[in-house]
Nanobody, 124 residues
Framework: VQLQASGGGLVQTGGSLRLSCAAS????????VGWFRQAPGKEREGVSC????????YYLESVKGRFTISRDNAGNTLYLQMNSLIPEDTGVYYC??????????????????WGQGTQVTVSS
């Protein structure tokens, strides 16, 4: 299984980025999958997830209304659209997938497969 995250970069406050996570040897549509981030000196935290149904989602309180998670089942790719970015959003963003869970979880321990991370830097 490989999860390849991309789309990070350097943006100014108020800017937007769209992160992508392409999966190999793993069908994202069958499971609840998510995005996490880790800021310098801080623990990794769950940012967003989407259940297999595509209906149930979770967002970290600080990103609600600014980030949108979506999944392209045909392309086997997970996305995170990030708008109105602020410096506090800076960090390495990881996509993650479970072994078999179909539900949405913001807890790191519920995931097994992890992408390599993509750096997001928001300047003030």
């Amino acid at each position: 299984v490989q999860l390849q995250a991309s789309g990070g970069g350097l943006v100014q406050t108020g800017g937007s980025l769209r992160l992508s996570c392409a999966a190999s040897s793993f069908t994202l549509a069958y499971y609840g999958v998510g995005w996490f981030r880790q800021a310098p000196g801080k623990e990794r935290e769950g940012v967003s997830c989407i259940a297999r149904s595509g209906v149930s989602t979770y967002y970290l309180e600080s990103v609600k209304g600014r980030f949108t998670i979506s999944r392209d089942n045909a392309g086997n790719t997970l996305y995170l659209q990030m708008n109105s970015l602020i410096p506090e959003d800076t960090g390495v963003y990881y996509c993650a997938a479970p072994v078999r869970s179909i539900s949405c979880s913001g807890r790191e321990r519920d995931y097994y497969w992890w992408g390599q991370g993509t750096q997001v830097t928001v300047s003030s």
